[in-house]
Every structure is written in structure tokens, then in C-alpha cells.
């Protein structure tokens, strides 16, 4: 930092010419990309008159579009209605659902480690890797003394801070119907479990 308080990084005050940085990095270019997804889905069904099934399965795998951000979702569904008599009809309906999601911490202050608000702020003069292939993390930071804003690389923010997610809900129940007359009937649940597993947060800093 010179005495007008511009850091040597920026100017050249021996030659009185801004100084052509080594590189240019677009910060939200970095962080930000595409975001593909897949889904799957397998459902049969079947039976007779007095017994029929409904079976269905489904996956969705959605990457988010700040790396390596994505949320995984397995969902599995079981039905079957029999017919104990004319009258009288017995259902049974189980549902799962895991869920597992990879988080970045997209909102906040670049003080808090905000990826987005410190992409907006990281000067491109400096570069997204070292050139052995690892983060090139506190360039920023150490310019601290000279008044600058302690802002860190965002994409090691996204990828070196491990923040996850995992939740799952499990339901079964099971009602009976009985026909009183052909457009009136009678149904009432007669047992029913839900399950809910804990969300699991994990947060493993690295920086």
C-alpha cells in the first residue's frame, strides 16, 4: 500500500500505469454453472376384482447451481385394497421418504462466509487455484492491514466448507370401507405409524 492508498496490486506508481494483472477472474463464473438433474420412476399396479396393488418407486438426483451443491430424494409407495366382501373393504398404504441434500452457504455476508456476496466482492486479480491444484485461499485477507475487505475465495467457501443434510419419513396406515348403500359409504382409519428420523445437519470446515 502506498501513501494514496492504493495497493501496488492495482498501480504501477514507479511507471504511473495500472498494472496488467496475471489474471482475470470472473468470480460468478466460477461459482456459478449448470445444473442437471435426472428423475426415475417405476410404478406397477395389478390384481383382481377383490384384491388389486399399486407399487411405485422414484429417484431424483438435482445438482445445484452452485457447485457442489444438490439435492437426492428416494421415494417409495405401496397400496392395496382388498375385498373382504361386497360391503366391507380393507385398504393398506405405506410411503417412504429419504432425502439427502449438499448445501453451500449461499446467503450471507462475505464476513460469514457468504459465497455469493463474496464472489461480488473477490478481486480478479487474484485466481481460483494455486498452481499445484489447490485453493488459493487469504490473498484477499491479507490485505487486510491495508484496508481492504476479508474476503475469501468463494469456490473454496462452496467446496471445502462440507455442509449436509439428511432427513427421513416413513407413514403406514390402513381404513376400512363399508358400503351402507351404493352411493353412501362408511370409511375410517383404523391404525396408522408415522415415522420421522432426526434431520441430520453436518458441517465440516476445512478452511
Request: charged share 20%.
Amino acid at each position: 500500500m502506498n501513501e494514496v492508498g492504493i495497493s501496488d496490486l492495482f498501480f504501477d506508481f514507479t511507471t504511473g500505469k495500472p498494472v496488467d494483472p496475471t489474471y482475470n477472474t470472473d468470480w460468478q463464473d466460477a461459482i456459478y454453472g449448470n445444473a442437471p438433474m435426472h428423475r426415475h420412476n417405476l410404478s406397477v399396479t395389478g390384481g383382481q376384482d377383490f384384491l388389486k396393488y399399486r407399487f411405485s418407486l422414484g429417484y431424483l438426483d438435482q445438482d445445484g447451481i452452485i457447485a457442489p451443491s444438490g439435492h437426492k430424494r428416494l421415494n417409495v409407495r405401496a397400496n392395496v385394497d382388498a375385498e373382504v366382501t361386497k360391503r366391507l373393504k380393507v385398504g393398506v398404504n405405506f410411503s417412504f421418504v429419504d432425502v439427502s441434500e449438499r448445501q453451500v452457504q449461499a446467503d450471507g455476508r462475505y464476513i460469514n462466509d457468504g459465497v455469493v456476496q463474496s464472489a461480488l466482492l473477490m478481486f480478479p486479480q487474484f485466481p481460483v487455484y494455486n498452481s499445484d491444484g489447490t485453493y488459493a485461499v487469504g490473498n484477499q485477507i491479507a490485505m487486510k492491514a491495508d484496508g481492504y475487505q476479508m474476503v475469501e475465495n468463494p469456490v473454496a467457501l462452496a467446496h471445502e466448507i462440507d455442509i449436509r443434510n439428511k432427513s427421513s419419513r416413513m407413514n403406514f396406515n390402513a381404513n376400512i370401507t363399508y358400503g351402507i348403500l351404493k352411493q353412501l359409504q362408511f370409511k375410517k382409519p383404523i391404525w396408522e405409524l408415522n415415522i420421522i428420523l432426526p434431520v441430520i445437519i453436518t458441517i465440516v470446515r476445512v478452511l
